[in-house]
């Protein structure tokens, strides 16, 4: 072999071995637009556990690739997430903000056979669209369910529905009466507002005028929650005593530091309060804010990137040698470890995660508004059922 060829062979069969010690991960967020919180908080969840833990394992680089979904944009999710397994080789895509991403998604990841893990993306019949789906979130029945129970049981018999005109909205309702009248309550009225949404006085001046004591409401976290308290507590609703119920999504860690005060004794239920009292919590907070500063603090989705991000570095451990997409499944389905929210687990039937549910109540504690946690449900499966 002439020596240029030789060398030639050579440069190419170190960039192969390169290559092969390298899992590349597609991050598929929205990090743009009306819902960037949600990149920035999954992507902020992501890297922290990448910091703390290193980014080589079992002898391979862990690389990065990031994609700006910009939101409920289906077909660019598609086209992203092609693009991310036939050009870029990635191992698994991660990520998955909003139901028409993780929707649009799942025939690619069943045709490629591409593990894809869900962080946020939250109707439930999202993992039975395709065997590669794996979720570390939640989904709308598991987190609405416990709370229309409690209510029932704490005084509240009349409520008023409002919730977002998509898939994920249609879930919270049903999920939210079901539980909530088997408890006794009754849903007096309900209504759908568009994802985009951000003027409520109508829709709130018709709930008024039907003098519910409580409103239900499911909006995707980011401006609509914060649109919508400012004009449940400038229309007097607060003031006139309606309890306000919701997934965390109506009173995230950000929605509370835009409102203040006004918005103590705001229920809702998560899998993650940031004032959740243990160790791995403390450590979790402490080491986030060093990392990105005390604000915003981590939401359900910045814990979702993290353990997340922690079960794809246990799978990508497992497998050592080459990421096989059949055993990457088989090894994400035996995933149970401590979160900083709490214990979880993969259901390996489902690929859904069990986990503890907290009905929250916002609370000044030393000096700071926090989702003070009132009530636990433990090991609440995807339907919604506790242990
Ligand atoms: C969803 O589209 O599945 C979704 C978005 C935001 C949430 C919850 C669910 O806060």
């Given at each position: 072999?002439?020596?240029?060829?030789?060398?030639?062979?050579l440069?190419?069969?170190?960039?192969?071995?390169?290559?092969?010690?390298?899992?590349?991960?597609?991050?598929?967020?929205?990090?743009?637009?009306?819902?960037?919180?949600?990149?920035?908080?999954?992507?902020?969840?992501?890297?922290?556990?990448l910091?703390?833990?290193?980014?080589?394992?079992?002898?391979k680089?862990?690389?990065?690739?990031?994609r700006?979904?910009?939101?409920a944009?289906?077909?660019?999710?598609?086209?992203?997430?092609?693009?991310?397994?036939?050009?870029?080789?990635?191992?698994?895509?991660?990520?998955?903000?909003?139901?028409?991403e993780?929707?649009?998604?799942?025939p690619?990841?069943?045709?490629?056979?591409?593990?894809m893990?869900?962080?946020?993306?939250?109707?439930?019949?999202?993992?039975?669209?395709?065997?590669?789906?794996?979720?570390?979130?939640?989904?709308?029945?598991?987190?609405?369910?416990?709370?229309?129970?409690?209510?029932?049981?704490?005084?509240?018999?009349?409520?008023?529905?409002?919730?977002?005109?998509?898939?994920?909205?249609?879930?919270?309702?049903a999920?939210?009466?079901?539980?909530?009248?088997?408890?006794g309550?009754?849903?007096?009225?309900?209504?759908?507002?568009?994802i985009?949404?951000?003027?409520?006085?109508?829709?709130?001046?018709?709930?008024?005028?039907a003098?519910?004591?409580?409103?239900?409401?499911?909006?995707?976290?980011?401006?609509?929650?914060?649109?919508?308290?400012?004009?449940?507590?400038?229309?007097?609703l607060?003031?006139a005593?309606v309890?306000?119920?919701?997934?965390?999504?109506?009173?995230?860690?950000?929605?509370?530091?835009?409102?203040?005060?006004?918005?103590?004794?705001v229920?809702?239920?998560?899998?993650?309060?940031?004032?959740?009292?243990?160790?791995?919590?403390?450590?979790?907070?402490?080491?986030?804010t060093?990392?990105?500063?005390a604000?915003?603090?981590?939401?359900?989705?910045?814990?979702?990137?993290?353990d997340?991000?922690?079960?794809?570095?246990?799978?990508?451990g497992?497998?050592?040698?080459?990421?096989?997409?059949?055993?990457?499944?088989?090894?994400?389905?035996?995933?149970?470890?401590?979160?900083?929210?709490?214990?979880?687990?993969?259901?390996?039937?489902?690929?859904?995660?069990?986990?503890?549910?907290?009905?929250?109540?916002?609370e000044?504690?030393d000096?700071?508004?926090?989702?003070?946690?009132?009530?636990?449900?433990?090991?609440?499966?995807?339907?919604?059922?506790?242990?």
């Amino acid at each position: 072999m002439r020596p240029a060829l030789a060398a030639l062979v050579l440069l190419l069969a170190a960039a192969g071995a390169r290559a092969e010690d390298t899992v590349r991960i597609g991050v598929l967020l929205p990090f743009s637009g009306p819902f960037a919180d949600f990149g920035m908080q999954i992507g902020n969840g992501m890297a922290l556990y990448l910091k703390q833990h290193g980014d080589v394992i079992a002898g391979k680089k862990i690389e990065l690739i990031r994609r700006d979904s910009e939101g409920a944009k289906p077909d660019r999710a598609r086209r992203l997430a092609q693009e991310l397994i036939t050009r870029d080789k990635v191992d698994i895509i991660a990520g998955f903000g909003l139901t028409p991403e993780a929707l649009a998604v799942a025939p690619i990841a069943t045709e490629a056979r591409t593990p894809m893990v869900i962080m946020n993306a939250a109707t439930s019949v999202i993992t039975e669209k395709s065997p590669y789906f794996v979720r570390f979130s939640f989904t709308l029945s598991q987190i609405v369910s416990p709370l229309g129970a409690w209510a029932a049981t704490h005084g509240i018999k009349r409520v008023y529905a409002v919730v977002a005109d998509y898939a994920p909205g249609y879930e919270a309702e049903a999920a939210f009466t079901k539980a909530f009248t088997a408890g006794g309550g009754e849903v007096a009225g309900a209504m759908r507002v568009p994802i985009n949404a951000l003027d409520f006085t109508a829709y709130l001046q018709r709930i008024k005028d039907a003098r519910p004591q409580g409103v239900f409401l499911f909006v995707p976290s980011g401006e609509q929650p914060i649109a919508f308290m400012k004009a449940f507590i400038d229309l007097g609703l607060a003031e006139a005593g309606v309890t306000l119920l919701g997934g965390t999504e109506i009173i995230d860690e950000t929605v509370i530091a835009t409102l203040g005060d006004k918005a103590v004794g705001v229920i809702s239920t998560q899998n993650y309060s940031s004032a959740h009292p243990s160790t791995e919590n403390r450590q979790f907070l402490a080491d986030w804010t060093a990392a990105f500063g005390a604000h915003p603090r981590p939401n359900f989705m910045g814990v979702a990137g993290y353990d997340g991000m922690h079960a794809i570095i246990e799978v990508i451990g497992k497998l050592r040698r080459e990421i096989d997409p059949d055993k990457a499944m088989a090894a994400f389905k035996s995933i149970a470890f401590m979160s900083p929210r709490g214990p979880i687990e993969i259901d390996p039937a489902t690929r859904d995660i069990v986990e503890s549910v907290y009905i929250r109540r916002v609370e000044r504690v030393d000096g700071e508004l926090v989702n003070k946690e009132i009530f636990e449900f433990a090991k609440v499966d995807a339907r919604g059922c506790a242990e």
